[in-house]
């Protein structure tokens, strides 16, 4: 009896879940089964976008500012892991502002989701929106309109390209946040990412901003990147391409998109930097979260 409750003591350690010590609330508790390094009650307090309202920008929420400029946007859309409530807010600000870097693994594996999501929408084709629609005629033409749904079936990014942080922002911070994001993606995707773009002024602090001022200020925020083993590097990984006509599927990664204007900046360039090379892009962008 005494060796079959031992037994059965035993069995029971070793069926119930390890307790681990949560990176977003501290305390000692359950795993949470999805995600590494978190407890359960923090997992469920995730505000995952499942389903955009906007399906230009991802968020969450109605949004006025897709539908108010009317002008041409550079990305095909963005999609964001969560909504930016004040719990995730202050989970990024432990991630960026406190240099909790051991948070990249978990919010890079949280950005995958969106990622997964991005490409089930590409392969459903169900992008509805006329722009993306129009978009998208213009380069498989509409003689041949087999070839956009024979693409869709596997679609999957060429490249990742991190938003980058000033040289002051990286000092003070140690590390780039969105490019730790971009390689969790990268590793866990096999998708090859490139820094391609450099910050080209201090911007100040976005957060202290108000929406008209951001968009004014980023309006040549960046360029190419002007190191030549980074164009090196593009040039090579083109080359790998080989004479593929469809065109580039590149995603813009960043921590937060809030009004858009960085991912916009950031897509002229990559944009431009393309066309340099005779390229044409499909840019996208994916955002831990959507404020
Ligand atoms: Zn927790
Ligand atoms: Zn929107």
Redesign the pocket.
């Known amino acids: 009896m005494d060796t079959l409750t031992a037994w059965l003591t035993k069995v029971r350690s070793l069926l119930a879940p390890a307790l681990l010590h949560?990176?977003?609330?501290?305390?000692t508790?359950r795993p949470?089964a999805g995600l590494h390094g978190?407890?359960?009650?923090?997992?469920e307090?995730i505000p995952w976008i499942r389903q955009p309202r906007c399906q230009k920008c991802g968020r969450h929420v109605g949004c006025p500012d897709c539908s108010r400029s009317g002008q041409a946007v550079p990305i095909v859309c963005n999609r964001s892991a969560v909504a930016y409530t004040s719990v995730m807010r202050e989970m990024l600000g432990q991630y960026k502002y406190r240099g909790n870097e051991q948070l990249a693994p978990l919010l890079g594996s949280m950005l995958d989701r969106a990622y997964i999501r991005l490409k089930a929408e590409r392969e459903r084709g169900q992008q509805g929106t006329a722009e993306i629609q129009k978009a998208e005629s213009a380069f498989t033409g509409p003689f041949f309109p087999g070839i956009q749904s024979a693409r869709n079936r596997r679609w999957q990014a060429d490249l990742l390209v991190p938003v980058p942080v000033s040289e002051s922002r990286f000092v003070e911070r140690g590390f780039n946040q969105a490019e730790r994001l971009a390689d969790v993606l990268s590793g866990r995707r096999g998708i090859p990412q490139l820094p391609l773009l450099v910050r080209t002024h201090h911007t100040g602090k976005q957060s202290f901003k108000h929406r008209a001022e951001r968009i004014a200020d980023m309006k040549h925020a960046f360029a190419g990147n002007p190191d030549g083993a980074v164009l090196l590097q593009f040039e090579v990984w083109l080359e790998t391409l080989g004479k593929r006509t469809r065109p580039l599927q590149i995603i813009i990664v960043d921590d937060i998109y809030t009004t858009g204007s960085t991912i916009r900046a950031c897509a002229e360039t990559i944009r431009t930097l393309c066309n340099d090379y005779g390229k044409v892009a499909e840019i996208y962008s994916l955002t831990w979260a959507r404020s």
């Open positions: 949560c990176l977003i609330c501290g305390k508790s949470a978190i407890c359960a009650g923090c997992e307090a």
